[in-house]
């Protein structure tokens, strides 16, 4: 939605490779969320950023995820030696529970 | 351990045709019930937050309402412009968002 930005849009990998996904949101928002959509799976959480606080890991699903969020600004979600239950698409948002989430339109990403 | 879960998983309406959807929850002390519509390729659109059991809110064709172990989303009157996935979430503590598997709705002209 307006106020995130996300890219790539779609992206190929093949097992075993790194990915880095990227994370833009309008400036002024303290807090940026990491969730993950998979196929016949809900959305489900991976990751909480709020200003200079350590993030909240507790939604990664492995040691082989990541996420990075530099200057309070842009944020990176990086899968290293991609397996394919990683294809999914992952979502970031901004925002909180007092006016609602907005989130990005998302990553498709697939392993092949 | 927190789920939420929304039925039908899917909808087939007639225009003009009203229906409801529902999003049951298992925890308490909720903090928030969202509501999200989600079009194909895209991320979810917010919609409607529910604080407190006995609360509505409405936008256009939908209404929301909330209570102490579920919450519904009626659909009046739907148009084909209304077919979308709804989500809903509940909110505890800790920012996260505890989502439903959502209600495919596809409204027929």
């Known amino acids: 939605g307006a106020g995130v930005s996300q890219s790539p849009s779609n992206k190929v990998t093949e097992k075993g490779k790194d990915v880095e996904l990227r994370c833009d949101p309008i400036s002024g928002h303290t807090a940026l969320y990491w969730y993950r959509q998979s196929l016949g799976q809900g959305l489900e959480f991976l990751i909480y950023f709020q200003g200079n606080s350590a993030p909240d890991k507790s939604g990664l699903p492995s040691d082989r995820f990541s996420a990075e969020r530099t200057g309070g600004s842009v944020s990176t979600l990086t899968i290293q030696r991609t397996q394919q239950e990683d294809s999914a698409v992952y979502l970031c948002a901004i925002g909180g529970p007092t006016y609602g989430y907005t989130f990005g339109s998302g990553t498709r990403l697939t392993v092949v | 351990e927190d789920q939420v879960t929304q039925s039908p998983e899917a909808l087939r309406l007639q225009e003009g045709e009203s229906s409801s959807l529902n999003c049951s929850y298992t925890v308490s002390g909720l903090r928030g019930l969202f509501w999200y519509r989600q079009d194909p390729g895209k991320g979810p659109e917010f919609l409607f937050t529910?604080?407190?059991a006995g609360e509505e809110k409405e936008k256009e064709r939908l209404k929301a309402t909330l209570t102490k172990k579920e919450s519904f989303l009626h659909i009046t009157a739907p148009k084909p412009e209304d077919s979308a996935t709804y989500l809903c979430?509940?909110?505890?503590?800790?920012?996260?968002?505890?989502f439903g598997g959502g209600t495919r709705v596809l409204v027929k002209p």
């Open positions: 529910l604080y407190s």
């Open positions: 979430a509940d909110f505890l503590a800790g920012n996260k968002l505890t």
